[in-house]
Every structure is written in C-alpha cells, then in structure tokens.
C-alpha cells in the first residue's frame, strides 16, 4: 500500500532520477496506473523546482486501440508536476514536434509572458526549440497544464499540477488520488473541427427520431408536435444538442484509462481519501458521482471552499473540484458520464486490487428546455406559424410560474394579441406591428400580483384571440408571479447578423441550479450557489464599473463568438485598468453551456451580493438562457486570454484578450456601481 506520506517521502528521490536520466518508465505515469496494472510505488511523478519537458508525437493505446498522440517526455496525460507554494520554479520545454507548440499553466497567477498563450503572451515554441518558463508559485491547490497551440489539447498534451500549500492543509485526510478526467478521438482532431464546420451536430446521434415523433403526436397531437419541431429547426437546434462532441466519437478517460481498463485506486477501510478531480477534456463536461459514497468538496479551482457534502456535481470543461471520501470497506465506482449521456468512463475506488462495484447504466439522455433558451428571440424565426400549446417542455417553475398542464390540442397559432389589453396589465408596449419585436418589450413593468387576473379555464378548442387576461386572477390559480417584477427584457446592443442566430429576451441568473440533466436527479447536486470561499475574498471592494458580454453562435455553421463577433474580427483588445474592481456580466445567447475561462485572474462568482466569501473559480460555466456576473480585479499588468473552453468554440472564434494597463481610461464604462455595498 503506498500512501500520501509515503509519497512525499519518496517523490523527491524519484524527480531527480528522473530529471537525470531523462528515463520514463512507460507511457503512462505512475500515478495514472492502475493499482490493478501496476505498482503505484514505481512514483513517476516529477517534483521540485526545475523541469525538462519534452512535447513530441507517440503511438499511444488508449482503451487497448492504438492512436497517434501528443505527449510530454513520452506520457499521456502528461507528468504530474508537483510544486510547494512560495517556490520559484523553472521549466525548459523543448519542442520535438514538426510544428509549434506551448504550454499554458491553467490557473497560475503568474507573469503574462510565462502564461503561454501564442500570438498572446508569446511567440510560441518552434520545433527544435527549447522556451524556459519561470516564475514564482503564489498559490496551492490543484491545477492543470495544457497545450494552447492548434488542437494538440484533444491528443493528450495535458497534465496535472498539485500545489502544497505553505501553511498546510485546512482539511485532513490519508490518502490522494490524482483523477485526471478527458476525452479521446481516434480522429484527425482538424477533420472533426472540418466536420463540425459542415455540420455542427453531426455527431450527436442522440437525436429525435420516428418512435419519438409518433409518441409526442399521441401525447400533443399532430399540430403541436409539428410546431415543436418546426420550432426547434427555426434555431437550427434541436433539443437534445447538449454536446457538439460525443461518445460517437470520444473515448473517455480517466488517467488516461478508457472505461475498459478500469482504473482502481486503493484505499484502507476508515481512511479519508481526498480526490483530485480535473477536467481536462477537450470538448466533455462530465456528471460525476460515486453510487453510495457522499463527496465532501473542498476545493475549487484550486481554492478552499467551506466543506459542502453532495453527492453529484456537474464538472465543465477545465473546472477542478478536490473532494474527500470516507468509504467503506468495499469497492465503488467512480461513475463519470458525458452531459449529453452518450458514453461515459468510470474507475474503482476499493480496498483489496481486483474488486469491482456495479457499474450504473446510462441514465436517459437530458434535454433541452425552454429554460434554456431564455426567451430566445430566434432571428428570422417564424413566429406566426409558432404554436404555443407545443412549448410542452417549457419550465414555468423556473420562471416562479406555478401553471395549469397545458391542454395538448390547444392551438395558439389562431391568438389575435391586437385584443389584449396590455395597458391594464401594467405593461408598456410599443404600438402592435404585424411583425412583432418582442425584444422591444419592458415586461420590467409587469406586476402581475396587482393585475387581479381571472383565467377561464382553457379548452380544447379556445379561441385566444377573446381572451381576457385582464379578468386573470393569478394568485387564486396559485400561480407565484413574485419573480415577475424583476424580470427584465435583455438589451443586445453587439453585432446581430449571420453569426448570432439567437438571442435571450430575459435570461437569468441559474447559478442555484446543479447543471443541465441534473435538476432531478433523486439526490443531492452541487450548484455554484453552493460553494463559499473558506477564506474572505482578498478584494472586498464593490466593483467600480460593470462590463456585459454575450456569448454568441449560429449553431448550424459552426460559428461562435463574444458579442457576434469572433477573434479573427477583433479589433480591439478588452480593456482592465490596473487595480480596478470590475463586474463581468455574462449573458448567454447560446443554447450550450460554455464553460468560461479567464487567465491570470480569478473570477469572485456574485453568488450572494455583498458577500465577502464569494467562491473564486478560475473557469465558470455559462448556462443557456443564464445571465450571471462575477467580479475580477485587475491586479495583473499584460494581455490574458479570455475565451471559452470548449476547444472547438475557442477555435472557431468565441477568443478575446483582456488587456490589463496602468492609467488608461474605462473605455466600457457605462454603469456607475458606487453606490453598491
């Protein structure tokens, strides 16, 4: 049995044999080995203060098929580096392919010219030469490394990094495991970006067919589920595009192990096993959980958190959650399954080698909901021919709603709105055109709780054109109209052309909710709502101006970008003045999750305003139809990219840089925030 304290006897040892010799025992580190394949007291992981790594190509075997990867001295995943807080650290990385290559430090606070971003921060490595990246390690916690040159991401060139901490760790526990999660193709990673060019969800097989079609006309009947598809094919969506990359294509990884291999970490029975876990996937945000084992999260992103007990979380891609166990003598799967629930990995925790737990079935694929689009305002959509009563996955619940099934027959198409009386609502609305623009609406006026509605119960056949809405009496429909007053229309003053297909009428903060697929599952799901720094949040100021940012695509071609408009586009950089305290309000127009990510700086998540523990992540996933800020202060001089991390939306466009400057004006200011506590 080799445990923590074993390990760190015995690392320093290791690192210098290994640094001296330039020797890899075997493709796969030692840490990432299975306790079932081989010896984790053959310790291959590199520590101390200085590193040679080599970037090269390999044939590689992933789940028993062979591949061509992209590796660092001869591994994949890449070494784990293991730092101390307070050291300086010096890396030389040598470039043994035919074309550049980099390494970025995904989360360290460091100088921008060692943070490894081409075109960015630096030139980039060309092949034959050797880049020496030092800077001093500000920080503890666990992190990971990563490839920022082409798609050589998706082909293995990512490791992970644990940082001690100085002061040691505020949680104990007997035992690390390190779970490196991400996802495998065997394709030419350009010839699924190609792929994906000429049709965005070509790989996702999970869509609606004929069985599924038949069954929702039995449900809604012919007319409704006509305008349920027609709707969807409106926004060139189609409800079940949760992932653009699936298990069609992906083997997934744990370690570098496929589901196959099984992957086992062993324990002793009563121990405390702390799990590391770190998406490092190119393109997958996992569902993670271990059936009949509670998670205690401990850190995020690399930073503490107050302990909160849960027993799944939604990991988005480049996200990092510490967890600790306590299991019991016998074997429990670690079960990892892809959002869109096409395929999954798993591995064993368990006390003896050659123990299995049962492996949980994939669970029934999520899908999309009105939720998600936000009160999308679909372009060119035909609105005219929309029927409502198809909106059969609409979720008034989120919206505080309280609402009647709605009737399947009922045809909305025929509803005459030149006849309601909006006034009396308490609406303001522009003059009715035949071409309505919802996004002119200021349903921010709406009270509905004062508007003493009463409802007819509606019919099969109902004629909306007659309705009433003034006689509605909401409340007596137990209807929880609270959160009406502080919906508000969203304004979109970006770029709206060929390149934005949607955009969200009212979306709204949704960080209470666990993930897509996850709103009911039968037990608990983190939310970001519920983490909390354990430490204070070192700048308590309130921000001194807001900033907004929409995330943007048209879906069907493959295009995605910040305000409309991707980075081979830009003009102009995003800029921070140094030391300001600013409020990134990010507003998702998409109907995917994209898991954002800034460099150099951390986001303080406004989970609770006002709160001085806000949880600090350095990558947060944007939900669709979400609206939510975090606040940054802009301590770091340089340039920092800024961008999502799903690597294929990042290639294609949905890249910014963040310049941080002294004594420059606030060019984007526009909302004084002084007056916020």
Not at 592 to 611: A, K, N, R, W
Request: glycine share 8%; net charge negative.
């Amino acid at each position: 049995m080799f445990n923590r304290r074993d390990f760190l006897k015995s690392t320093g040892a290791a690192s210098t044999f290994i640094a001296a010799s330039g020797v890899t025992p075997g493709l796969l580190p030692a840490w990432a080995q299975s306790n079932g394949r081989a010896d984790l007291s053959g310790i291959n992981v590199l520590s101390g203060t200085e590193y040679d790594l080599h970037v090269g190509k390999k044939r590689v075997m992933i789940d028993g098929k062979p591949g061509n990867g992209v590796v660092v001295n001869d591994q994949l995943p890449a070494p784990l580096l293991r730092w101390k807080e307070g050291d300086d650290i010096t890396l030389r990385v040598t470039n043994h392919l035919k074309v550049d290559t980099s390494i970025h430090w995904h989360g360290i606070l460091l100088p921008f010219q060692m943070d490894g971003v081409p075109g960015v921060t630096f030139p980039g490595i060309k092949p034959g030469e050797t880049f020496t990246y030092k800077f001093p390690v500000k920080q503890a916690g666990t992190y990971w490394y990563h490839s920022h040159s082409g798609l050589q991401e998706q082909s293995g060139h990512y490791g992970p990094i644990i940082i001690e901490p100085k002061n040691g760790y505020p949680q104990e526990f007997d035992r690390e495991y390190v779970v490196v999660l991400s996802d495998w193709t065997f394709e030419n990673p350009h010839r699924l970006f190609a792929k994906l060019k000429k049709m965005g969800h070509g790989y996702n097989f999970q869509q609606r067919d004929l069985a599924e079609f038949l069954s929702d006309v039995r449900k809604n009947g012919l007319g409704a589920t006509m305008a349920d598809r027609n709707m969807w094919g409106a926004m060139r969506m189609t409800p079940t595009d949760l992932s653009d990359v699936t298990g069609a294509s992906y083997t997934y990884l744990i370690n570098g192990h496929g589901p196959n291999d099984n992957w086992t970490g062993i324990f002793n029975p009563g121990e405390r096993v702390r799990l590391r876990f770190i998406n490092s996937s190119a393109m997958t945000i996992f569902n993670v959980r271990i059936p009949g084992l509670p998670m205690t999260v401990v850190q995020a992103d690399g930073l503490d958190v107050k302990s909160v007990e849960t027993d799944e979380f939604q990991m988005g891609v480049a996200e990092t959650y510490d967890v600790i166990v306590e299991p019991k003598d016998q074997a429990y799967t670690l079960m990892c399954e892809s959002i869109e629930r096409a395929g999954f990995v798993r591995a064993t925790l368990a006390p003896r080698a050659g123990m299995e737990a049962e492996v949980p079935p994939l669970r029934e694929r999520p899908k999309l909901t009105m939720k998600d689009m936000g009160g999308m305002d679909h372009g060119d959509m035909d609105h005219g021919s929309m029927d409502h009563s198809s909106m059969t996955e609409m979720d008034h619940a989120a919206m505080g709603h309280t609402m009647p099934e709605p009737e399947p027959t009922v045809d909305h198409s025929t509803m005459d709105h030149s006849q309601m009386d909006h006034a009396a609502m308490g609406h303001t609305m522009p003059e009715p055109e035949p071409t309505v623009d919802h996004s002119t609406m200021d349903h921010s006026q709406m009270d509905h709780a004062a508007m003493g509605h009463t409802m007819p119960e509606p019919e099969p056949t109902v004629d909306h054109s007659t309705m009433d809405h003034s006689q509605m009496d909401h409340a007596a429909k137990g209807h929880d109209m609270s959160n009406m007053e502080s919906m508000e229309m969203q304004a979109h003053n970006h770029r709206k052309d060929h390149g934005v297909v949607n955009t969200a009428m009212s979306p709204v903060s949704r960080l209470h909710e666990p993930g897509i697929g996850l709103e009911n599952v039968p037990h608990r799901a983190l939310t970001y709502m519920d983490l909390e720094a354990l430490e204070m949040n070192p700048d308590m100021r309130a921000p001194e101006r807001e900033m907004e940012l929409h995330l943007t695509s048209n879906m069907e071609r493959y295009m995605w970008s910040f305000d409309g408009i991707k980075f081979s586009e830009i003009k102009e950089n995003i800029f921070f003045k140094k030391d300001e305290r600013i409020r990134l309000t990010m507003v998702n127009d998409t109907m995917m999750p994209h898991p954002i990510h800034l460099h150099g700086m951390f986001f303080d998540v406004v989970t609770v305003e006002g709160s001085h523990f806000k949880p600090r992540k350095h990558t947060i996933i944007v939900k669709p139809g979400e609206k939510l800020s975090v606040d940054i202060t802009a301590d770091a001089i340089g340039d920092w990219a800024f961008h999502c991390h799903l690597m294929y939306h990042m290639h294609a466009g949905m890249f910014r840089v963040v310049s941080v400057r002294e004594n420059l004006p606030n060019p984007h200011a526009h909302h004084n925030m002084g007056d916020m506590s």
